[in-house]
């Protein structure tokens, strides 16, 4: 065996099944299944790969219903991270499918413009605007779709405003800048949450920090989970680009699911000649919202908050980028709050990107055991820094009838930054 797939039997033959990774896994803890956590899922790899026992093609499930949380790695004796197992997994399993049409569709044409990305907003708006989407979901005719259509409830409702370059206008230039920084928006904030774009420029605005919002593209972080990690380097390779003209100190946003993949652009890219160099450059600029202003002095004197607030923490924050106390600092500071630290507070919630819309049962069976949590503390806030957790969380407490409202940090700190 040679090439990626040959590289990728050779770890898989590291896992020495000592089982540590199994009271760490989401799916473990909801299914007790053995097969679904890290040290299972591995031995059926291996099964593949190594041992030549079955097909890869007959692992689909294996392969994708896999969080990629890398909460199994935390202690792992043999160092192993599952998340770029499973990925190398799915792209191997895309490879020998051959159906590229669709994935380089979406990712290297629809993600990779901003202008179209805005225009298939804009049906999505228009379908919200007609009662068509409503419509549809009380009739039951979404679950017709599958998982898909299950969890078309958890969009929400697209507002005015969306688009990157109605976003740029909102930067501007500042007096007496002390830091100069891109905003890297993301697809979210650009198409579905502008205010949440336009309170992260006031935030950044405040602390003395001049934004320009350049048009990048999606940061590629659903495409390898897809197993095209080839459209991922495409998309790379345009943000690089961009990003070279740029005279700026930080790339800033406040999205965990960009910050940690537009960090590991230099690994992404590391076997391109061209490209390793920039990406490498690239990536050492890139900052969480939350490590940035935590970094530069956070400001004090903000409106108070008087509620009970707790905080979730994106699996691509705190597990993939170690970045945990920020945000706590940064709600902690606020006046009036009272922060409640969640127990698994770094457990997955169920949204892993897309997941809900590829495992729905699944996704509910993990939100559900968050939401256990959240319930028994009480909190009137819950926080978190990701879209995706926001959206999953925000369901989770609907579906349970929570009194609590879900919001993201950047929401909660523009909310003391202008008087509480």
């Given amino acids: 065996m040679t090439g990626e797939a040959g590289d990728l039997a050779k770890v898989l033959l590291r896992c020495n099944k000592c089982g540590f990774c199994l009271a760490h896994c989401p799916i473990y803890k909801v299914t007790g299944m053995e097969w679904t956590t890290a040290r299972g899922r591995i031995s059926l790899l291996r099964s593949a790969l190594v041992d030549k026992q079955v097909d890869l093609g007959e692992l689909e499930g ?92 958890m969009v929400p409702r697209v507002a005015r405003g969306t688009g990157l370059q ?21 697809c979210y904030a650009a198409n579905l949450a502008p205010a949440e774009a336009a309170a992260t420029i006031r935030i950044l605005h405040r602390h003395q920090v001049e934004v320009t919002v350049p048009q990048f593209v999606c940061c590629g972080i659903p495409a390898p989970a897809y197993g095209d990690a080839e459209s991922a380097r495409v998309l790379a390779r345009k943000n690089i680009g961009l990003a070279s003209k740029l005279d700026v100190e930080a790339i800033v946003t406040p999205c965990a699911s960009c910050s940690s993949f537009l960090k590991e652009y230099g690994k992404l890219l590391a076997g391109d000649a061209e490209w390793a160099g920039k990406a490498r450059d690239f990536s050492g600029k890139v900052k969480d919202l939350s490590e ?45 709050v009272e922060f409640i630290e969640l127990r698994e507070a770094d457990m997955c919630c169920g949204a892993a990107g897309t997941y809900g819309f590829k495992n729905h049962d699944l996704s509910m069976k993990v939100l559900a055991r968050k939401m256990g949590e959240v319930e028994r503390i009480g909190p009137d806030l819950v926080v978190s820094s990701c879209p995706a957790c926001i959206m999953q969380l925000s369901f989770g407490a609907r579906r349970r009838k929570l009194p609590v409202q879900t919001l993201s940090l950047v929401e909660v700190l523009d909310q003391a930054l202008s008087g509480g």
């Fill in 62 to 153: 294996a392969v994708s219903n896999c969080l990629t949380c890398n909460a199994c790695v935390d202690d792992c004796p043999a160092g192993l991270q599952t998340a770029d197992i499973i990925g190398a997994a799915r792209e191997e399993m895309q490879k020998r499918r051959g159906d590229h049409g669709m994935s380089r569709l979406v990712f290297q044409k629809l993600l990779a413009s901003p202008s179209l990305m805005q225009k298939a907003t804009g049906l999505l708006r228009v379908a919200d605007a007609t009662g068509v989407r409503p419509a549809l979901r009380k009739t039951g005719l979404t679950r017709l779709i599958g998982d898909p259509g299950k969890a078309e409830a």
């Fill in 166 to 186: 109605r976003i740029a206008r909102l930067a501007g230039r500042i007096e007496k800048p002390k830091y100069r920084v891109a905003y890297f928006v993301g």
């Fill in 292 to 336: 940035f202003l935590v970094n530069i002095g956070l400001l004090t004197g903000t409106g108070t908050i008087d509620k009970r607030v707790t905080y979730h923490d994106p699996c691509h924050l705190a597990r993939y980028q170690k970045i945990r106390q920020p945000p706590r600092t940064i709600l902690k500071s606020i006046p009036g």
